[in-house]
């Protein structure tokens, strides 16, 4: 009847767990019905399944249960290359002891007491600039009249410290900072008004500071680079 009907013996797919004696004594019609409504349960599995990854769907028609597992999986694949970062006690400035005020029950002394947590808070100091007052005098010489000034010794000359010109430079140079970035950095961190004249000055002090090693740095990588 099957051959009559135009309708031809199906192979028996892999997987699907059916004897092949079941197999070969279902009729053609039905094998080919099964088959049909597999794969719509597959298209229709494949639909349930589609999320913002692997569809052009937004993120906020996924499912909670779609987010958690691709938080999860994120989380799995940066474990690896990303270990955390624990906070480490340091070395404390000061300490201060706290102890129980009183027992629920309402009394307050205390036998046994003991150390069980040490909570560390990490603060900056309050950052003041060292400001030096370099007093200049002059006087006339007694032998020959001669008015003799004091001169500033050339490292202070520019009127900022090593330092402040150092930080200057690698906020400037660095990180990349604006001018005007690192000027009102200066203001409001340190309490110090610098032009942007100034900076740009502490910016080129840091650079010949450093030429000298950026060429030496140079001179050997390319030796390096012959050898090879």
């Not at 028609?61 to 938080?71: C, E």
């Not at 006339?140 to 000359?157: S, V």
């Not at 520019?158 to 000027?183: C, I």
């Amino acid at each position: 009847m099957s051959d009559l009907l135009g309708l031809h013996p199906v192979a028996l797919p892999d997987g699907l767990g059916i004897p092949t004696e079941d197999w070969q004594q279902t009729p053609t019609s039905v094998q080919q019905q099964f088959l049909s409504l597999l794969k719509r349960v597959a298209a229709l599995e494949a639909r349930l399944n589609r999320d913002s990854f692997n569809s052009s769907r937004p993120p906020s028609t996924d499912s909670p249960a779609q987010k958690r597992q691709r938080r999860t999986q994120a989380a799995e694949r940066h474990k690896p290359g990303h270990p955390g970062h624990p906070q480490v006690l340091l070395e404390p400035t000061s300490s201060r002891s706290l102890f129980p005020r009183a027992c629920p029950c309402g009394r307050g002394e205390f036998a046994e007491v003991a150390l069980y947590h040490t909570h560390q808070v990490l603060e900056l100091p309050v950052i003041r600039p060292e400001v030096t007052h370099w007093m200049l005098h002059l006087g006339r010489c007694l032998a020959c009249g001669t008015l003799c000034k004091a001169a500033l010794p050339a490292e202070h000359a520019s009127g900022y410290g090593p330092r402040l010109t150092g930080f200057v430079g690698e906020m400037a140079e660095r990180v990349g900072a604006s001018r005007s970035a690192v000027q009102d950095l200066c203001t409001s961190g340190f309490s110090i008004a610098l032009s942007q004249g100034a900076i740009q000055k502490m910016v080129e002090q840091v650079s010949e500071a450093i030429m000298p090693h950026d060429t030496a740095i140079g001179e050997v990588a390319r030796t390096a680079l012959e050898l090879h």
